[in-house]
């Protein structure tokens, strides 16, 4: 995978993002028997009735182990039809389940739209309140795997549009735990986007099953002189490049946004608050993005407070390309994150965008 | 098909494998970006099919679309190239194996979303209908594929509006790591086409002859203004669902006998038999097409990348 991560420590048995996934997809089946689970290849080799070996457990292996455990009432591999699966996901939860969708690719969630748009999203509020859609919809995302355009879609702001859908980006192993969990005991429907170049990141698991609040941010890193927002993938580029501002003087603090719908407004507008300076790193297509609406949130609220214009740092306006000079031009890097934060702490030798 | 049909049919069959098996090859090797999905197996599908359609007749492919991309006559240097994301390939580039495409020669599209192009085609035959150009669409997708809502819905569009139209389902028996037979309804896919009043016909599809003659029937009814067909062809997943697929979930027995009638041998064979085929002439259309692959393969490598300053081009007319 090609999108910077942190350097990864090598030790053995050190749990993965992936790990972190299974973990609590197990732990959340083990406390509640209304939890199934169900998706494309996600038990794998499906219809022989018995566990064995070989079973793919899902295109990442997350759900490995699962089938044996659990079995085919409650771990369900599906024909490919994500519109059905969705829906009936969706019915299912209205209906007293508690089901956990694997969509494989974001990509691929727009055949399943209506029925996370109007039906998932809506059913609570257009129903006075009657209506519960207690549902988990996880899917990967993220460009960086030369996939090409119909592989790599994020969505993030598509699906933060949505009032009624909540949705969340973890970026560590500990998170992709505690959220997943949270997101499972949710009586909302959750999105679940999880960033493809985070999957093999190590890092610890939580000590409990407590899980993490949804709608809450994380300060990743603490600073004083500017702050930078990330969501997903991000942070790890936004941690590199605050390592490297470090060396230059300037420290940033690192907030981790993990919820996209809601957003942690406290967290953000305090730290603002405190460093002036605001650079958002996100990987959507430059139009419409989750960092507009929190520049604009922050421009309406901290308007006397900022030191300087507040910088987005995001993916070119155009489809994921496959070749990879264009996908890393595509992307959002650690260079690039450096040079908005260096310009917003008015660091750049002059005549220098 | 006559004989020098099937001698021509045969050669376009050997030039798919013989593709793939140099895919897989530089794949492993690496350099090749992203991943692929070989037509191995299938050969005489897309041969059999689009050797029954004019040039300008338009396909949609599919993620494994190698196969349906080089019997529609795109040429082979632009489809390379495409592969290591060059300039100079056939979509600059910015496709991909999975996204590979030629406008000129009628082929809309690899998708790599499953069931992605059977609208597509759909749309092509109202092209035609309503431009009155005679020219029939062809639907190339998966048996997985059959069970996304847009399989239905397009089927019934067709034929509400009797459009030219061929949906062409290559059953190989698996979808990843999901088989057929659990995730259908049905036993064949050609059982589907009652339900939208398609005459419908299951052919082995590792039998070049048996596809064409199905094929060359419903294009013929399609390009008469007699409306759709459906036509499921059935041949095993000779390899893995991708180059590099471990195939933990299918035994060893499985994957074997995924190879035992080999559309290519079998016709091979034939031909040898009735004496219009010599080993050394098939040797000698191997060692000519090796070497169209070799210098395919220089050319490629030796294009330019897209420029990255180029990134947001092709975004809007
Ligand atoms: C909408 C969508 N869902 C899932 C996938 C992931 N996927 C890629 S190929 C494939 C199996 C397709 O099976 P089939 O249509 O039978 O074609 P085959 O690969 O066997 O040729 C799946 C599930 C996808 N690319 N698009």
Redesign the pocket.
């Known amino acids: 995978m090609s999108t910077p991560d942190e350097p990864r420590p090598r030790r053995r048995r050190e749990p993965t993002y992936l790990d972190a996934l299974t973990f609590a997809l197990d732990a959340a089946m083990d406390e509640d028997p209304r939890v199934i689970v169900m998706g494309?290849?996600i038990a794998g080799g499906a219809g022989t009735g018995e566990p064995f070996e070989g079973q793919m457990g899902g295109t990442w292996g997350v759900t490995k182990g699962l089938f044996a455990k659990y079995g085919p009432t409650r771990v369900r591999d599906t024909p490919?039809s994500?519109a059905a699966i969705v829906g009936s996901a969706v019915g299912a939860a209205m209906a007293g389940l508690r089901p956990v969708v694997d969509l494989?690719?974001a990509s691929?969630a727009p055949?399943a739209f209506d029925q996370i748009v109007n039906q998932a999203a809506k059913a609570r509020y257009m129903f006075g309140g009657q209506a519960q859609v207690p549902l988990v919809i996880r899917m990967s995302v993220g460009a960086g795997l030369r996939a090409g355009g119909q592989h790599s879609d994020s969505h993030y702001a598509l699906f933060a549009a949505i009032p009624g859908l909540k949705v969340v980006a973890p970026a560590t192993p500990n998170d992709a735990a505690g959220l997943l969990l949270s997101a499972i005991r949710s009586d909302d429907p959750v999105i679940f986007l999880e960033h493809m170049s985070l999957y093999r990141l190590k890092g610890a698991l939580p000590d409990s099953t407590a899980g993490i609040p949804l709608g809450t941010a994380e300060v990743a890193r603490m600073g004083s002189d500017l702050t930078i927002v990330t969501i997903g993938a991000s942070r790890q580029i936004a941690l590199l490049a605050a390592t490297q501002l470090a060396l230059e003087g300037i420290e940033a603090e690192v907030v981790d946004l993990r919820s996209l719908r809601p957003i942690d407004w406290d967290t953000i507008l305090e730290s603002v608050n405190r460093t002036g300076r605001l650079v958002l790193v996100e990987e959507s297509p430059a139009g419409v993005t989750i960092s507009d609406a929190i520049a604009a949130e922050v421009n309406e609220r901290l308007f006397g407070r900022l030191k300087a214009p507040v910088r987005r740092v995001l993916a070119a306006a155009s489809p994921v390309p496959f070749s990879p000079p264009l996908e890393d031009a595509w992307l959002p890097t650690a260079e690039r994150v450096l040079v908005a934060a260096r310009l917003v702490c008015d660091r750049l030798p002059a005549g220098r965008d | 098909m006559t004989d020098e049909e099937q001698l021509e049919g045969l050669l376009a069959m050997l030039r798919i494998r013989m593709f793939e098996d140099r895919v897989r090859t530089e794949f492993a090797k690496g350099g090749m970006p992203g991943f692929v999905?070989t037509y191995s197996g299938a050969e005489a599908i897309a041969v059999g099919v689009i050797g029954a359609l004019e040039p300008a007749d338009l396909i949609t492919s599919?993620?494994?679309g190698h196969g349906h991309c080089l019997a529609k006559g795109a040429p082979l240097d632009g489809i390379v190239a495409e592969l290591y994301g060059r300039e100079t390939g056939l979509c600059k580039g910015r496709g991909g194996s999975m996204h590979i495409a030629d406008f000129a020669n009628g082929m809309l599209g690899a998708n790599?979303?499953?069931?992605g192009g059977i609208a597509l085609a759909v749309g092509g035959a109202l092209a035609s209908q309503v431009l009155g150009d005679g020219r029939v669409a062809v639907a190339f997708?998966?048996?997985?594929?059959s069970n996304?809502g847009v399989f239905h819905e397009s089927l019934n569009l067709a034929s509400i509006w009797s459009l030219p139209v061929v949906f062409v389902c290559?059953n190989?028996g698996?979808?990843?790591s999901t088989p057929f037979s659990y995730a259908s309804s049905v036993s064949s896919i050609a059982e589907r086409g009652v339900a939208y009043s398609i005459p419908a016909v299951s052919v082995d599809g590792t039998d070049l002859t048996a596809v064409r003659a199905a094929a060359s029937a419903a294009v013929a009814r399609a390009r008469q203004g007699n409306g759709p067909s459906l036509l499921e062809c059935i041949a095993p997943?000779r390899e893995g669902?991708f180059v590099g697929d471990p195939e933990e979930y299918r035994g060893r027995e499985q994957a074997d006998q995924a190879r035992e009638s080999d559309p290519i041998d079998r016709l091979a064979e034939q031909l040898v038999a009735r004496g219009i085929l010599s080993a050394e002439a098939l040797n000698a259309m191997r060692k000519d097409w090796s070497g169209q692959l070799d210098r395919a393969y220089e050319f490629a490598l030796a294009g330019p990348w897209p420029d990255p300053l180029d990134v947001e081009r092709y975004v809007y007319s």
Do not use: K, S
């Open positions: 494309e290849d490919i994500e494989m690719w691929f055949y | 999905h599919t993620h494994r790599a979303i499953v069931g997708f998966g048996d997985g594929a996304e290559e190989n698996w979808a990843e997943r669902h």
